[in-house]
Structures are given as structure tokens and as C-alpha cells.
């Protein structure tokens, strides 16, 4: 009787130790996904957005890392800052690491 409980307390920690490295390794795995998606987005933003900011969905879809892209507007050259924030979204292919913005949403509205 005793044996049976050695064995199965010592497959209970077995089990518990290898799901803690499990879960180690998506975090980062995570991390570096989300990292990669900043990375990307940001670099396609900076020719939409002045000091553009990039706030990634840290899972995405099954397929697509997903981010929120926002910041002032690119002033055409010559021409005076545009007043506002604007956003787009970007999605990042997973499997080959290429990203695309959406099309700008305002968001400097008014209410009625």
C-alpha cells in the first residue's frame, strides 16, 4: 500500500514540475511572439502615424497576431501637424511574418 503511494506522490510531482517548464516556455514563446508583432506593426506605422503607439492582442487568432495601431496622422510634406489621433489595425501572418495595416478609423469625434 505504501509503495502505491510513493509511486503515484512521485508521479504527481513529476507531472507537476514538467507542466511548470510547460507553461515556462509558452511564456515565452508568447513573449517573443508579441514582441515580433510590435516589432513589425511598428515599423509599418511609422509611415502612417507621428510617434505611433502599438498595442498587440497578446494571442492573436489562430493564424494572425492582431494589434491596435494609433498617433497623430503624417503631416503631408510642408504642411502643419494634423490636429487628432488616428488608429488602424494591423494583422501579422504567423506563418510568414508579414504584416498589413487596415485602412485609418478616426477617432477624433465629436459627440452629438
Known amino acids: 500500500m505504501h509503495r502505491y503511494i ?5 508521479c504527481a ?3 507537476a514540475s514538467s507542466t511548470g ?3 515556462a ?7 517573443t511572439f508579441k514582441a515580433s508583432v510590435s516589432k513589425t506593426c511598428t515599423a509599418l506605422a511609422k509611415s502612417r502615424f507621428a510617434d505611433p503607439i ?5 494571442f492573436g487568432s489562430a ?3 492582431i494589434a491596435q495601431v494609433y498617433g497623430r496622422p503624417q503631416s503631408p510634406k510642408g504642411l502643419a501637424q494634423l ?12 506563418k510568414t511574418k508579414k504584416a498589413e495595416l487596415s485602412g ?7 459627440a452629438h
Open 6 to 10: 510513493a509511486i503515484s506522490a512521485f
Open 83 to 94: 490636429p487628432g489621433l488616428s488608429s488602424a489595425i494591423c494583422v501579422y501572418d504567423k
Open 21 to 23: 517548464v510547460a507553461f
Open 13 to 15: 510531482l513529476a507531472f
Open 63 to 65: 493564424s494572425y497576431g
Open 54 to 58: 502599438v498595442l498587440v492582442d497578446a
Open 25 to 31: 516556455s509558452s511564456d515565452a514563446a508568447y513573449a
Open 104 to 110: 485609418e478609423i478616426i477617432t477624433n469625434f465629436t
